[in-house]
């Protein structure tokens, strides 16, 4: 299996299991087929609320010797009710009590949205703090704290532009090792990646395979549909294999690393086996033709609520 390798050497597997919209009930078997055919990475964040069953399965996987701790690969992110430079630990231990873990391979600022602490996901301008309340590089510090403490071998955030990197990069003595976006043919982000390339920080791709699960409040009926795009549709027949494998192969010839979801045991299985799938360098140059943009997580659920203090261009470029 191909892996991002971390300055210090530490390695991530280039592909991992995503558990967002892996319900409760469903995310323990999930986790446990995943590591049975050979997952060593798995993606959680405490607002996916299901870190406990996540946890559980990890325990199990554990006991019954199915793997070693230092043999995954395992990632959190901070939710934002928890950006304030004392309450980042708080949010970090909940999280490793909840996965029943004394340290995570990877801890991740979820967003860079800052959210009062009794508040899960914003309804009204007051639910939110201002980047004056809470900077940004407040709630870093508080990251690079938790690494030298050993609780988070590695630090890193998600859904962050070049702006707000940069606003990270000029004040950090830890710098940002990763940044999980969402990336697809549909939304390359192709000045983002180099960016990050540039400045050391690896790249993750969430929702590769166009999160046709999310969340209603989410979704419209003319969304396009990632996994019935021709192009990828071709190129599943031609290399004999499934839309999704097409499109994990893609993140991963872009050595980026990938979380697709699945909560099917054939599904999970398939999804690690696009390791295996090859395409040319005309296969990626017929993915980069593909015109269509789309982004399928627009944030809207937070700049879009009345009295919000953030902008889409707090978000995107
Ligand atoms: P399921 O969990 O039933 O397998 P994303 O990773 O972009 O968020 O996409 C997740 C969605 O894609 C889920 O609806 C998931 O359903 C579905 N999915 C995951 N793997 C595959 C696959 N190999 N083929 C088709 N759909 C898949």
Redesign the pocket.
């Known amino acids: 299996m191909k892996s991002y390798s971390f300055s210090n050497g530490d390695k991530m597997p280039a592909i991992g299991l995503?558990t967002?919209?892996?319900a409760p009930g469903?995310v323990y078997n999930?986790v446990t087929w995943a590591i049975e055919v050979g997952y060593r990475h798995i993606d959680c964040a405490a607002i996916y609320q299901n870190e406990k069953e996540v946890g559980n399965a990890l325990k199990d996987a554990f006991d019954k010797g199915l793997v070693k701790r230092e043999e995954i690969f395992v990632t959190s992110k901070l939710w934002n009710n928890s950006h304030r430079q004392d309450k980042v630990e708080n949010g970090l231990d909940q999280t490793l009590s909840d996965l029943q873990l004394d340290y995570l391979d990877l801890y991740l600022i979820h967003w860079p949205i800052s959210l009062q602490e009794e508040v899960m996901f914003p309804e009204k301008g007051d639910d939110f703090l201002t980047y004056d309340e809470v900077p940004l590089a407040d709630t870093w510090k508080g990251m690079e704290a938790v690494k030298k403490r050993g609780k988070a071998k590695h630090i890193g955030v998600s859904n962050f532009n070049q702006k707000k990197l940069r606003e990270i990069l000029s004040n950090a003595s830890e710098l940002p090792e990763m940044n999980q976006i969402e990336l697809?043919p549909y939304l390359p982000q192709l000045k983002l990646v180099d960016f990050c390339k540039s400045n050391g920080i690896g790249v993750t791709a969430?929702?590769?395979?166009?999160?046709?699960?999310?969340p209603k409040a989410r979704r419209r009926d003319d969304d396009p549909v990632?996994?019935e795009d021709e192009t990828i549709k071709g190129l599943a027949e031609k290399h004999q294999c499934?839309?999704?494998?097409v499109?994990?192969a893609y993140a991963v010839h872009r050595d980026l690393v990938v979380?697709?979801?699945?909560?099917?045991k054939?599904?999970?299985k398939?999804?690690l086996d696009?390791a295996s799938v090859k395409l040319s360098p005309e296969d990626m140059e017929s993915i980069h033709q593909i015109e269509h943009r789309f982004r399928?997580i627009d944030g809207t659920f937070f700049t879009e609520v009345p009295g919000s203090p953030y902008k889409a261009t707090d978000l995107w470029e």
């Open positions: 995503g967002w919209k892996s469903e999930a697809h969430y929702s590769p395979l166009g999160s046709s699960d999310r990632l996994l499934s839309p999704a494998q499109l994990i979380i697709p979801k699945s909560a099917n054939d599904r999970i398939q999804n696009a399928f």
